[in-house]
């Protein structure tokens, strides 16, 4: 074999190997990705740039309360190995755009919690929550109550008055959530 030959054919076997891992480190270790929107303002910030463990993903742990966690937000689909490989970073880089369902929200409840939502507060088996991170006074409309059943979590954004999140997509199948902000 020509001496060039072997030479493009050692560096397509190196681009090629670091192409393969980058891809596994992304699906199954850790991977960059950006806020979008003010949902959780004022702990995060729209554009800006986080890193998420992906481990809780990886191995199918739950997160732990006040968790920030990145959530696939169509819960009402079954989630594949397909998906997380079309979300990786790279993939996103190719299409020049973040996944509009990948949602940043805060774990407030996990499976068997009685949440409720009244006098402003957000209520966690019977205890209001101690929630400094807000950046306003919750305001609810009337009393609301869920229990949070197994294999799910129950999430919401910090910036209460402006977030999209289980009040109304409902409860997180644990497979939905991506991964948790390092």
Partial sequence: MHPL????WAWVRSIAAAFALTLVIG??????TNVLGHSMDPTLHNEQRIYVS??????????????IV????RVERERTLKDDVLEHP??????GSEDPNMYVKRVIGKP?????????????????????YLNEPMQVLGEHQWTVPEGHIFVMGDNRNHSKDSRE?????????LGIKM
Avoid: C, M, W
Avoid at 54 to 67: E, M, V, W
Avoid at 90 to 95: A, C, G, S, T, Y
Avoid at 112 to 132: F, I, T
Avoid at 169 to 177: A, E, K, T, Y
């Fill in 90 to 95: 790279l993939l996103k880089f190719i299409r």
């Fill in 27 to 32: 699906i199954f270790v850790f991977q960059p």
């Fill in 70 to 73: 990145i959530i696939d937000s």
């Fill in 54 to 67: 992906k481990l809780s993903h990886t191995f199918r742990y739950a997160p732990k309360y006040g968790d």
């Fill in 5 to 8: 030959v072997k030479e493009i």
């Fill in 112 to 132: 068997g919690d009685v949440l409720e939502l009244k006098n402003n507060k957000v209520y966690r088996n019977g205890e209001p929550l101690e929630e400094s």
């Fill in 169 to 177: 997509i409902g409860f997180i199948p644990l497979d939905h959530v």
